[in-house]
């Protein structure tokens, strides 16, 4: 009986040990997709040119391309932006937050990898990135009850997978590696790479220049599941900028831009497009950007799937991507079962669509504060005209043209929100559509005999609605709206228009009751609301 009962085991024993080759074969899982980030701080649009950067301009037609807001919970800067894309939420970094360095290194006459250990009491393996500064940005962000940075990073090791991140932004005397930022775990700790003084070398430019072989080297070696390579030239050459003239920092922004790009392209033709999910990100403008009022960045996926436009899941509005779901993205790459946070939709020019949104953007938010401050301060000394002319009892065709030019501005801003990006235009087409619409006011209003805001008000609470229900775009456009760069609001009603909506609602209900009750206006009005 023992023997029957042995034979039978090993019988199911080896029916079992045939059929694991089948269970084994169905659970494995396919291989992950490397993710390669290439970070250049001070990318701006512009700089995108099928001529100057072929690379990136090859990426924008095999890939999307959208502008990246990077509002945080502090300054709009390189490392606030990359805490905040780690966290996934608004964050803030430390004051020496760019000064990171490999365990290995010297500093102060001692390592890295020591000093980290006595400050944190994380032992860091040799071959680790530490950041210097994690305990000064845990608690900056504890404080005042932000996320913690260093979300990307722990979800990037739950998931088998490891971080490294190549090169840096070095300046003559001072470590600037930002980019570990982006990767780092809640510890402060990215696994490996290459940031050293070794991929740096002397310029009579800048002082240090990156050495664009050896970084290329690093990043082609380096097979860590997500690479980030930073591009530190362009952020050298704004800290020297103030010694150039405008001709010579123009002829070395595009020298080093074509070495970028070249380089890129080394290592995009040795990794494979098709077989790496790649995103090439900015942080923040150059200086010349900021001081024309342009914030957004450029922002290229190349992804299955992805051909187009990028719009983000918190913005809804193509083209626009804020920073805080740049890391769910990245983490869909390694996992297609986590939810993708960018989408992309298909645009036969997506790069000049991109271009032309920025323009716009930066018209309006540079322009906005005056051209509001002008119409407030027009309306006001109306207000007062209409005033004094009702109270003299004079002029009153003058005064009913003015009531309906002060009603019909909140109407007039939202039709007038096409492409202008010219203040002599604006100003025009404000100040002709506002009269056009009073007219026509007054004309409905001696036609039928009704009051002259009762058409505007009707006109107004329509054109609101339709552009709800519809989406054309007026809302989003119009100067008297939310900003974009601002990064308060991306889509919807807003405020102020929340405001001019209710209020012509029940503006125009009410002078409908007024001019004659019956129980069908009534009815009609209760629809209407």
Known sequence: ???????????????????????????????????????????????IDPAL????????????????????AGLRNTVNTYCTISAGKPALAANDARLNFAARESYNCELAGDIFTRNTGAAPDSNNIIISSIAAITRNNQERNLAQPGRLGDQIHSL?????????SDLPGYYSRAGALLLMDSRGIVDAGAIDDNLSQTSSVMGLATNYQKLVREAVKHKHEVLLVEFGDLYRLDNAGTLFSKPVMS????????????????????????????????????????????????????K???HGILSGISTRRAGIVASLVVSDSILNCLDNNLPESIAANNNPDQLSYIKSLNQRLVFDYVNQAWFMTVVSALIVLMLFLIFYFTFKQKYRTL???????????????????????????LAAAFLICTALISLLSMYFAKRFKSNLLLPIFL????????????????????MMSYRIMRGSRYYGLGN????????????????????????WRRFGVIVFL
């Open 399 to 425: 005064s009913k043209f003015l009531m309906g030019f002060v009603a019909a501005v909140p109407l007039s801003l939202l039709l007038i929100s096409f492409n202008i990006v010219n203040k002599v235009s």
């Open 304 to 306: 299955p799937g992805f």
């Open 1 to 47: 009986m023992l023997k029957r009962l042995i034979l039978i085991l090993l019988a199911m024993g080896l029916i079992i040990t045939g059929m694991c080759p089948y269970r084994a074969l169905a659970v494995q899982q396919p291989p992950q997709r490397q993710v390669v980030i290439f970070a250049v701080e001070g990318l701006d649009p512009g700089d």
């Open 53 to 72: 950067t072929p690379c990136m301009w090859k990426m924008t037609q095999a890939g999307a391309i959208g502008l990246l807001n990077t509002p945080s």
């Open 251 to 302: 002829r070395e922004r595009k020298h080093i831009l074509k070495s970028i790009d070249k380089a890129m392209a080394q290592i995009v033709q040795n990794k494979g497009l098709n077989r790496t999910c790649w995103y090439i990100i900015s942080p923040s403008t150059s200086n010349a950007a900021e001081e024309r009022g342009e914030l957004l960045t450029p922002l290229i996926i190349v």
């Open 160 to 168: 088998g997978c490891r971080t490294a991140f190549i090169g840096n």
């Open 459 to 478: 006109a107004t609470a329509i054109c609101i609605a339709l552009d709800l229900i519809l989406g054309l775009g007026m809302l989003e456009r119009s």
């Open 496 to 519: 102020e228009y929340m405001g001019v909506f209710i209020s012509a609602a029940l503006g125009f209900s009410a002078i409908f009751l007024n001019n004659a009750y019956s129980a």
